[in-house]
């Protein structure tokens, strides 16, 4: 598996993690300690979705064309 495959299935599942933690919660049917928790885990699933994002961001390649017009992948470097 690589590594972008993991990264995907990882913001995957902590995607799903938090659209599940806000649907239990907008429910409101939760008692107070097993809401906490919901929030608690919806809040570290977006921690996850952000670090898999800012990770994602950081990779972005830049398509080329070289001087026969085939397209060369390459890093994208900041200005």
Same mark, same amino acid.
């Given at each position: 598996? #690589?590594? $972008?495959?993991?990264?995907? =299935?990882?913001?995957?599942?902590?995607?799903? #993690?938090? =659209? $599940?933690? *806000?649907? !239990?919660?907008?429910?409101?049917?939760?008692p107070l300690e097993e809401a906490l928790a919901?929030?608690?885990?919806? *809040?570290?699933s977006a921690g996850r979705c952000r670090k898999v994002?800012?990770? *994602?961001?950081?990779?972005?390649?830049? !398509?080329?064309?070289?001087?026969?017009?085939?397209?060369? *992948? #390459?890093?994208?470097?900041? =200005?």
């Amino acid at each position: 598996m #690589s590594e $972008e495959t993991t990264e995907k =299935e990882t913001f995957e599942r902590a995607l799903r #993690s938090l =659209e $599940e933690a *806000v649907e !239990l919660l907008e429910e409101g049917e939760l008692p107070l300690e097993e809401a906490l928790a919901c929030f608690e885990r919806g *809040v570290r699933s977006a921690g996850r979705c952000r670090k898999v994002l800012q990770a *994602v961001d950081t990779r972005v390649e830049v !398509l080329l064309k070289d001087r026969d017009g085939a397209l060369n *992948v #390459s890093e994208f470097k900041e =200005e």
